[in-house]
């Protein structure tokens, strides 16, 4: 089983703690997970993992 930080950098790429911050600050600022990953210049399931890897 793949660490947390290797599951988020899968998820997210590089600089994976600011992605998941910003990710998860976009999403309480927008209320849309989609929206929020356009403006974290990621991936709608990009952020979907980052999520699920954050509630795990």
Request: charged fraction near 25%; proline fraction near 2%.
């Amino acid at each position: 089983m793949p660490s947390l930080h290797a599951a988020l950098s899968e998820a997210l790429g590089h600089a994976t703690s600011d992605k998941r911050l910003e990710v998860l600050r976009r999403v309480a600022e927008t209320g849309s997970i989609s929206q929020a990953a356009r403006d974290a210049g990621t991936s709608r399931k990009a952020a979907w993992q980052a999520m699920d890897t954050l509630s795990t």
